[in-house]
């Protein structure tokens, strides 16, 4: 009797096979041709900046960059409320600079974010001239701390370790109601979208539902008519209380071994996983008197990231909480995105003039971490890590609620027993209709435009146990956690689903 292994396949599969091996082909040579004429080119000083930086992921990677760039840092600071009817604070400060291509050069300058503010207004943005963003660092390089960064914006500061917000009323830059318009009308077409996917209510096909659920025109208009404010603040974060990311010479950065691909679109740094902060306070005012609104965070916690690229993704979901309940000091980071693996400009080259080869352009990446306090464990469930596996991913809505819930479960290896698989599970709810328009930078708009809803009062359900044992490490919730959903989520839980 013949062995099934020798049965000749059939000829269909080696015609696929060969189609499919030749098209991989195709991409690597036009890849190659590609990256040969990008070293010549402007954009040359990304890619130089990228392999310099490489073990310094916090620090300033701007210096040589005019054109098709942006930085920004992220500080986030949460801290539980006195009263039971004020349970938590959590606020968000990200400053930045932001290149546009040379035919948006005017659109060029550096800006400063607040997110989360107390009083009328939840958010502001600061805008400043490029030549107001000094960094810092190039005068301190006999600064010990290698993963130090010190930059200045205006008169406010932004290091490792402190903020000085200086923000005043004359760089308050008040997002017009035309864009905020713009945002809430897709960030409602994204929820009917969603709606309809799960099914979660017999409402009608109607995004209008949703569009109630947000400012109305009306108040956007008004707010037009609201004059600039203020914002000051002081916030310090000692070193010595820091969590950083821990690296490796394959790993320099929460990046993994793709922080060795300088022409990504986007790329993500971790300054500090967990550290107390032992000074926070920050007022919002109008004039020299009125105050609009106040707000403390001494003895609260913190968190600090950063990106820097061409351009955000098209498409992604981000979740941070680090103020868990049994678990202090712990911290997680969920980042899930379609990722151009060869760049932006190559993927609409392919798209354009070979659109057969657009399937191998884009794919679903992730970058998913669990610090364990308690045991100083780093759990890493990224695509980067041979032993990682995603198992599933959605977002739903629950109608009567009035909340949207992103779930996401991967599995990875033990680092403490290698015959031991982890297995992570996290729910992060949101309400619907409270996140603040956040501005990032657009390659289609070309300029820094409204096109993330950001919430930093989410709630993080988790559960990581071990598979094999059924042993549960922490299961546990916490509070103002922060929350993106963007883009074609359908997309990636197609690819993560099947």
Request: proline content about 6%; some cysteine; aromatic content about 12%.
């Amino acid at each position: 009797m013949r062995d099934p292994q020798d049965t000749p396949l059939p000829s269909s599969f080696w015609t696929l096979s060969r189609i499919l091996n030749l098209s991989r082909t195709a991409l690597l040579v036009l890849a190659s041709a590609w990256l040969v004429q990008l070293s010549f080119s402007p954009k040359a000083a990304y890619l130089v900046s990228n392999v310099r930086n490489l073990y310094r992921p916090i620090q300033y990677h701007g210096a040589a960059i005019t054109a098709d760039f942006f930085e920004g840092w992220y500080f986030k600071m949460v801290k539980t409320g006195k009263t039971k009817d004020d349970p938590i604070q959590s606020m968000a400060i990200i400053p930045g600079i932001h290149h546009p291509s040379p035919d948006n050069s005017d659109q060029g300058h550096a800006f400063v974010i607040v997110v989360g503010l107390p009083g009328p207004e939840s958010a502001a943005y600061f805008r400043f001239p490029i030549s107001d963003f000094t960094d810092l660092r190039e005068s301190t390089q006999g600064d010990s701390n290698k993963g130090a960064f010190k930059v200045q914006i205006g008169n406010s500061f932004f290091s490792h370790d402190e903020l000085v917000l200086n923000l005043p009323a004359n760089r308050f830059d008040r997002v017009p109601a035309r864009e905020l318009e713009e945002f809430y009308t897709e960030a409602s077409r994204q929820y009917e979208v969603q709606r309809r996917k799960t099914n979660s209510s017999t409402l009608s096909d109607n995004q209008d539902y949703f569009r109630q659920l947000f400012p109305s025109a009306d108040t956007l208009t008004e707010a037009e008519t609201h004059g600039p404010f203020a914002v000051r603040g002081h916030f310090l974060f000692p070193a010595s209380s820091h969590t950083p990311l821990p690296t490796s010479r394959w790993t320099p950065s929460i990046m993994g071994i793709t922080a060795y691909l300088p022409f990504l679109e986007c790329n993500h740094g971790v300054a500090s996983l967990h550290h107390t902060i032992s000074k926070g306070h920050l007022v919002a005012l109008r004039g020299d008197n009125e105050v609009l609104g106040e707000a403390k965070f001494d003895g609260g916690v913190g968190y600090i990231e950063k990106d820097w690229g061409v351009n955000f993704p098209s498409t992604w979901v981000w979740a941070q909480a680090n103020m868990f309940d049994t678990a202090p000091g712990s911290s997680l980071m969920i980042s899930v995105a379609s990722i151009p693996v060869l760049g932006p400009d190559f993927s609409d080259w392919v798209a354009a003039n070979v659109p057969f080869l657009s399937r191998f352009t884009n794919v679903p990446g992730r970058l998913v971490i669990f610090y364990h306090a308690a045991t100083k464990t780093l759990y890493n469930f990224s695509s980067y890590v041979f032993s990682a596996r995603a198992k599933s991913l959605r977002t739903s809505l629950d109608i009567e609620g009035g909340t949207q819930t992103f779930s996401f479960m991967a599995t990875t290896g033990d680092p403490n027993n290698p015959k031991e698989t982890i297995a992570l599970q996290v729910n992060v709810t949101r309400e619907i209709g409270t996140g603040v328009p956040l501005r990032s930078p657009s390659r289609v708009k070309g300029r820094m435009f409204s096109g993330v809803e950001e919430a930093v009062v989410a709630t993080t359900d988790l559960k990581l146990w071990r598979v094999g044992s059924g042993e549960v490490i922490v299961e546990d919730q916490s509070l103002g956690s922060g929350l993106e959903v963007v883009g074609d989520i359908a997309w990636l839980e197609a690819h993560i689903n099947h």
